[in-house]
Nanobody, 126 residues
Framework: VQLQASGGGLVQAGGSLRLSCETS????????MGWLRQAPGKEREFVAA??????????RYADSVKGRFTVSRDNAKNTVYLQMNSLKPEDTAVYYC??????????????????WGQGTLVTVSS
């Protein structure tokens, strides 16, 4: 599955961005999908995930983004989104979308993701 994240950019603290994840290879609704990020000089970390359609579209978030970020999918457009509100400078990172076939209970483990695809840079200024 070849994935492409887009929608990043420069935004002031408190602002919003919506990231998109698209593919032309597979039907994304068949997969648990995750958003992950890597800040400068830091390791990659889990941000959010949404379950495959047959699992009911459950969502999970890292504590650092809970209440500010929302992951969703539009199955008709074969696209997964990450709506980011109330952005903070510490949200600055390259954001990636990826698929996983791990059990839903373990979707916050980045080691379970593959096919990371191209990331998109989000820069939040203070």
């Amino acid at each position: 599955v070849q994935l492409q994240a887009s929608g990043g950019g420069l935004v002031q603290a408190g602002g919003s961005l919506r990231l998109s994840c698209e593919t032309s290879g597979r039907t994304l609704s068949n997969f648990h999908m995750g958003w992950l990020r890597q800040a400068p000089g830091k390791e990659r970390e889990f941000v959010a995930a949404i379950s495959r359609k047959s699992y009911g579209g459950s969502t999970r978030y890292a504590d650092s983004v809970k209440g500010r970020f929302t992951v969703s999918r539009d199955n008709a457009k074969n696209t997964v989104y990450l709506q980011m509100n109330s952005l903070k400078p510490e949200d600055t990172a390259v954001y990636y979308c990826a698929v996983t076939q791990i059990l839903w209970a373990y979707v916050d483990g980045i080691q379970h993701y593959n096919n990371w695809g191209q990331g998109t840079l989000v820069t939040v200024s203070s």
